[in-house]
């Protein structure tokens, strides 16, 4: 698994988040929990830890998809390099 590659992702979809305008109380929530579980990854990610990630990253992306196209594009881009590595 490229560690390196996951983290510059998870990186990037971080910053997203964070920059994301939320449209209402839900997104702002779920914007929030996004983050957090990526901030709680930390140094010391484990595979179950990266599939529990990725479950939370599909179940967004739909909620997610009308009102934030640039973030459900790096939860996405973080979506797919996690199948890659068969996460």
Known sequence: MDEARIRQLLTEL???????????????ELLTELGNDIQAIGGGATPDRYRSLRGRLEEATAALEATHPKVTTAIERVIDTLAFFNI
């Open 14 to 28: 971080h910053a997203e988040l964070k920059a994301a305008q939320p449209v209402d109380a839900r997104t702002r």
